[in-house]
Antibody, heavy 122, light 110 residues
Framework: QITLKESGPTLVKPTQTLTLTCTFS??????????VGWIRQPPGKALEWLAL???????RYSPSLKSRLTITKDTSKNQVVLTMTNMDPVDTATYYC??????????????WGQGTLVTVSS | QTVVTQEPSFSVSPGGTVTLTCGLS?????????PSWYQQTPGQAPRTLIY???TRSSGVPDRFSGSILGNKAALTITGAQADDESDYYC??????????FGGGTKLTVL
């Protein structure tokens, strides 16, 4: 059974850096083709893809947020970390991590964490 | 900047059929975009319904189906039920490890 869980601060101040951790089980991020991504959702708004890291440490970022995002993995701990710099109130959102499986001919997020709400406010 | 378009809202009667679409602000959606669909109810994480255009995720009822209709990806719900009332999101794989979500469709069943 694959599970993912996001953790991190619930409140950050404007201009601070947000660090979120995705801890997962049921799969290995050293398996060829596997990836973990981050997606966020402001209250009442749509989902937005942020970043993704592949099993081989290849990293991809949303072009609109690339300058502010860093994604890393710790395979031994089954964790993926997302940092976002220079936080602003518009970054208030529920942040999800999700698993991309290594099935050829697919490119979707099969399993999702429960999400964690991050509020940006002074 | 690529924009993925979805109808903001849709309404269907119980037992009816509804087709939600997922398009591009410029160009046509094809299977090469590996369109996938997610269902989300308030306060819950998205649930994977359809991936790679038309493959149902495990446990998804067969009243949900995916396809390409014209120049858009489509999610069809046949025999809508009350608990299908949710937000539905499509996402397209743009290549080079980049995904773009649509704005979502709020489906009302009444």
């Amino acid at each position: 059974q694959i599970t993912l869980k996001e953790s991190g601060p619930t409140l950050v101040k404007p201009t601070q850096t947000l660090t979120l951790t995705c801890t997962f089980s049921g799969f290995s991020l050293s398996t060829s083709g596997v990836a973990v991504g981050w997606i966020r959702q402001p209250p009442g708004k749509a989902l937005e893809w942020l970043a993704l890291i592949y099993w081989d440490d290849d990293k991809r970022y949303s072009p609109s947020l690339k300058s502010r995002l860093t994604i890393t993995k710790d395979t031994s701990k089954n964790q993926v970390v997302l940092t976002m710099t220079n936080m602003d109130p518009v970054d208030t959102a529920t942040y999800y991590c999700a698993h991309r499986q290594s099935v050829p001919g697919t490119a979707h997020f099969q399993h999702w964490g429960q999400g964690t709400l991050v509020t940006v406010s002074s | 900047q690529t924009v993925v378009t979805q109808e903001p809202s849709f309404s269907v009667s119980p037992g009816g059929t509804v087709t939600l679409t997922c398009g591009l602000s410029s160009g046509s959606v094809s299977t090469n975009y590996y369109p996938s669909w997610y269902q989300q109810t308030p306060g819950q994480a998205p649930r994977t319904l359809i991936y790679s255009t038309n493959t149902r995720s495990s446990g998804v009822p067969d009243r949900f189906s995916g396809s390409i209709l014209g120049n858009k990806a489509a999610l069809t719900i046949t025999g809508a039920q009350a608990d299908d009332e949710s937000d539905y999101y499509c996402v397209l794989y743009m290549g080079s490890g980049i995904w773009v979500f649509g704005g979502g469709t709020k489906l009302t069943v009444l």
